[in-house]
């Protein structure tokens, strides 16, 4: 039988924060790893997360917040991480040894810069750790709005459905609906290409294109990100599900999504870097972009959205004519 307190969660920004309040709902004792000490002062003194939504009040009575890594990850054996993806490497390398036994879950959305894999895989082959203790936790799910108590929907991803089914009690309420998969790699491959084309969208609202035109745009990402997910494993799946396109239109039509506010201000004019420094949490559709990109390339497919998005992101070239040539492929 799983022991629900040695459950943790690693990273306290805005999703991690939603996990925590999530798990609360039905666990007596979360771990969570909290990087910085002056956070983790301000979280037990305010029971709330000043930095990431303020707004939601925590049940610090159930919480163990400390940041001390090396401490949480001997306490767990199931751990969630939240930690964005361009940094877990730097913060969990040291502990391959400590990992290895343990079950791990990505929260995070995107690729591991050092290796350009999906969490899962990147985990699989550089820390040993098998399959069957690895998942995802994915879904058109926007940290605001769980804190708020509005109604949302996860699925919860691993070939270990026992697991599967444990995490997904923990993390079901009210306002948390919950659904187990065992298609590790499209949903990991689905959120991710979301990001991407969240950017795109993104762009093409700053460059004041319409309702009509995005709408158009998200069907022709739909169709890419379905052909590129066949390319990497042309695993049987319904794409209509809420883990594949509900998390695609979320991500690209919603005012929350990061990556899509920070296409609007590269097609308002402002430069790459200029934008990744005006963003408050990292844009994880800029380090997917690369990934992609090389993907397709390494396996000679072609994929025009995200061709036009690592042209615009990596080599410089105009938003507005990038777009405006993409729009002529499109129908």
């Known amino acids: 039988m799983i022991d629900e307190n040695n459950i943790a969660v690693l990273g306290a920004g805005s999703w991690g924060t939603a996990i925590v309040k999530m798990l609360s709902e039905n666990t007596s004792k979360i771990l969570w790893y ?9 979280i ?5 997360n000043p930095k990431y939504l303020k707004n939601l009040e925590l049940n610090i009575e159930k919480l163990l917040v400390s940041d001390d890594l090396d401490f949480i990850i001997k306490k767990s054996k199931i751990i969630i991480l939240a930690i964005p993806s361009p940094f877990i490497e730097h913060s969990l390398e040291k502990y391959k ?11 995070s959305k995107g690729v591991i810069p050092k290796s350009h894999l999906v969490i899962t895989a990147h985990l699989n082959k550089y820390y040993n750790i098998p399959y069957k203790n690895l998942g995802i936790i994915s879904g058109p799910t926007h940290a605001e709005e769980v804190a708020s108590e509005k109604l949302s929907y ?3 991803g691993s070939s270990n459905e026992v697991i599967c089914d444990f995490l997904s009690k923990k993390l079901q309420s009210s306002y948390i609906k919950t659904s187990i998969s065992d298609d590790v790699i499209g949903i990991e491959y689905s959120a991710t290409l979301k990001n ?5 969208v993104g762009i093409s609202f700053g460059l004041g294109y319409g309702d009509n035109f995005i709408s158009v745009l998200i069907s022709h990402c739909t169709k890419e990100m379905i052909l590129f997910i066949k390319s990497i494993d042309d695993k049987k799946r319904d794409f209509s599900h809420s883990a594949y396109i509900g998390d695609l239109l ?3 039509y919603s005012s929350l999504s990061r990556n899509r506010t920070f296409g609007k201000m590269l097609g308002e004019g402002v430069e790459v870097n200029e934008a990744i420094s005006k963003m408050p949490m990292i844009v994880e559709g800029y380090y997917a972009t690369k990934n992609a990109y090389e993907i397709s390339k390494s396996n000679q497919k ?3 959205i995200i061709d036009t998005a690592y042209e615009i992101l990596y080599n410089g070239a105009s938003p507005e004519e990038k777009i405006k040539k993409l729009s002529l492929k499109l129908d």
Do not use: C, G, M, P
């Open 250 to 252: 979320v991500t690209t």
């Open 97 to 107: 040894d400590d990992l290895n036994q343990k079950i791990i879950f990505s929260a």
């Open 44 to 48: 037990i003194k305010t029971r709330s």
């Open 196 to 200: 991407i084309y969240s950017i795109l």
């Open 154 to 156: 996860l699925t919860i």
């Open 34 to 42: 909290v990087r910085d000490s002056k956070q983790v002062d301000q």
């Open 302 to 304: 072609d994929f025009y």
